[in-house]
């Protein structure tokens, strides 16, 4: 009788003294969660010959829709980033590039100049930061919903260079930090 | 929207995570009438039970295999962040996984047949509800550090796998004794599924190349699909879109006001020589067929972008178009995500058990085992004797795949007043799982308990895994065979 005892003492114990160490239930107030995204923004490129067959001095302005940053989801929740630009010159000309940033009224917010000399020059790589300390503001970000990009030959309109297949290339890509929670 | 949200995850956190659903305990203990659940050709003894309504089995199981609550929540000044990111991110698998089961006899009785007494029928309603979650594994990462700096890395889609339901169960059974040795049994069951969601047969893959035009590339290749039933009704009476209350819709489809299915479970007994018996049963070899109040999502499609590319001369020709509207319509008819209302069939999460049982020591009463003719009323009935030990095997069909556990236990007879079975388990989950079933009969009344993986009690936030079962019931022993 007496092991009956016991042993309904251990399943007692066992069940009834089960306990829960103190846990802090508020800690999931300090998850972060912030997840870096990168995304291609704009390609365009443009044959030497395009360049040639344009009358002035400007031979493409274009501007595109670009709802991408200010989507609700991205427009609340993006805390910084960076805009990378990549540039690439073959043609036998000096071009510029201009690359504006515009609101939903045409306003523009941002611009990237870049200027490229005739070919052969070295790819052009640049860097710009929104929202952080030393970037720009992030409401540029915020607010674009039109890119603009705007061309200008610098040089003449019959000179072919003699690399293979010349032409002006202009890439674009994002990288943005953005709070889920 | 929020009571939805609310409504949710009550889902997930009250019915719970469904999980491994071993009943190692219970399963041939053939003192507890409800062990007749988990094989209906165990050895009946008793001439019939009722069990007590809403009382007579009430079961509940959660765990998870890769963390605990305690891992996370313990207040152990580790920088919350640094302990979700080296135990949850770093420190689970697609193969972890996050589940629990309820199941709550709303109803249970058995009777021995006048007619024939080695017949004997059970029958009864119980309401059961079971989810499960695998750890999405390749979508945790990409939501918590995004495709950044990952060039080549293929993000899994098929890492998202989860099923739950809801559902009533109506069943009859019928268990025969077929000869001194031999016990067989059937159970007919009748399911009104109440709730059920599932999205285990995704595939695909999210992956960030360098682009051959622009800087990047990115391809999503999907084929993914949610089916749900019986959520969109109460969706939209949470939302105030529809009239009505959650109660009545939930009432109402667990009355055969819902998804409905058949399944069958079938078991035996069967005594290799006086002491020894091997057991066997198969549960829940059915479907749901739903097609009340079905909504399914999909998106299947590949799509590979850029970004807006424009490329001279030729957008010359398309200076006015919208690129960027352009490159949205253009992936979403690469890629549609679309819903449908088509009607679906879901198999049940098919289980078998399987023992042998040792049994040893003195029978219960006194008798002397003469290894002869020990039963209590006639030849056919055998006296239990007061030790048994033996293992038990038990496996589940899950969405990776069969879900296995194996336990060894000891069971102690006191008398007719008190039983006890001692369980150790090895499972996916817990290599430390000791449970202890404790019977006791008192007159007529029996009353049973039953405590799994008894070494998390210590501490129940850092168990994997814990499960708990009580019951009431009112019984007349004997065979009266």
Known sequence: MKKIQYLLLFLFLSITSSCVEEQNFDQFNDLDIIPTVEASILYVESPESVINGAPGAVWYIQTFNFDAFSEQFFADNVLDGVITYELENTTSKPLEILFEYLDDAGNVLDTEFFSLDPAPTAVLRRETAYGTPTGRSLDIIRNTSQVRVNARNLGDNNSVSSLPDPMIIFRSSGKFRLRLK | ?481
């Not at chain 2, 219970?26 to 062990?35: G, H, K, R, S």
């Not at chain 2, 000044?77 to 640094?82: A, I, K, L, P, T």
Request: hydrophobic content about 40%.
């Open chain 2, 1 to 481: 929207m929020r009571k939805w949200k609310l409504f949710i995850t009550a889902i997930f956190l009250g019915s719970g995570f469904l999980f491994a659903q071993n009943r190692e305990l219970l399963y041939d203990f053939t003192e507890i009438p409800q062990a007749i659940l988990l094989n209906p050709g165990i050895e009946t003894t008793y001439s019939w039970y009722a069990g007590v309504p809403l009382a007579s089995g009430i079961y509940a199981q959660a765990g998870s295999s890769g963390i605990t609550v305690h891992d996370l929540f313990a207040n152990d000044g580790v920088d919350f962040n640094q302990k979700v990111r080296t135990r949850a991110l770093d420190g689970m698998t697609k193969r972890d996984e996050f589940g629990a089961t309820v199941q709550v006899d709303l109803l249970h009785g058995g009777f021995r047949s006048g007619k024939n007494p080695d017949i004997f029928y059970s029958f009864g309603v119980y309401f059961e509800s079971n989810t499960i979650l695998y750890w999405p594994q390749d979508l945790a990462y990409l939501a918590f550090d995004g495709n950044a700096d990952q060039l080549g890395r293929r993000f899994d889609l098929g890492h998202l796998k989860t099923r739950g339901e809801g559902l009533t169960v109506f069943h009859f059974g019928i268990n025969k004794v077929m000869d001194r040795n031999l016990t067989v049994g059937a159970r007919a069951k009748l399911y009104s599924g109440i709730y059920d969601f599932h999205s285990s047969t995704n595939s695909g893959y999210f992956v960030t190349e360098e682009g051959q035009n622009n800087l990047l590339s990115h391809t999503l290749d999907a084929d993914m699909q949610l089916r749900t039933s019986g959520l969109e009704e109460i969706r939209a009476i949470l939302d105030d879109e529809s009239s009505g209350s959650v109660g009545g819709v939930i009432s109402k489809r667990a009355l055969f006001g819902g998804d409905l299915g058949l399944g069958i479970d079938l078991g035996f007994t069967y005594q290799l020589n006086s002491q020894t018996v091997i057991t066997g049963s198969l549960l829940d070899l059915g479907f749901v067929y739903h097609s009340g109040d079905v909504k399914a999502y999909t998106l299947q499609g590949r799509a590979t972008t850029e970004g807006v590319e424009a490329i001279l001369p030729d957008a010359f020709d398309d200076a006015n178009s919208d690129f960027w509207q352009d490159l949205v319509d253009e992936i979403e008819a690469q890629l549609p995500f679309e819903d449908n209302n088509s009607s679906y069939i879901t198999f049940r999460p098919t289980q078998l058990y399987g023992s042998i049982r040792y049994n040893f020591g003195e029978p219960v009463g006194g008798e002397i085992d003469c290894d002869c003719d020990i039963g209590v009323t006639d030849a056919d009935v055998r006296t239990p004797y007061r030790n048994a030990t033996g293992l038990q095997l038990h496996a589940v069909s899950r969405p990776r795949g069969p879900q296995a556990a194996l336990t060894a236990f000891y069971l102690r007879r006191f008398g007719n007043i008190l039983s006890l079975k001692g369980t150790y388990t090895v499972d996916k989950f817990s290599m430390t799982n000791l449970g202890l079933g404790m019977n006791i009969q008192a007159g007529p009344v029996n009353f049973y308990v039953l405590a799994n993986n008894l070494l998390g009690y210590q501490n129940l936030a850092d168990s994997h895994y814990a499960s708990f079962q009580i019951g009431l019931n009112i019984l007349s022993w004997g065979a009266n065979r």
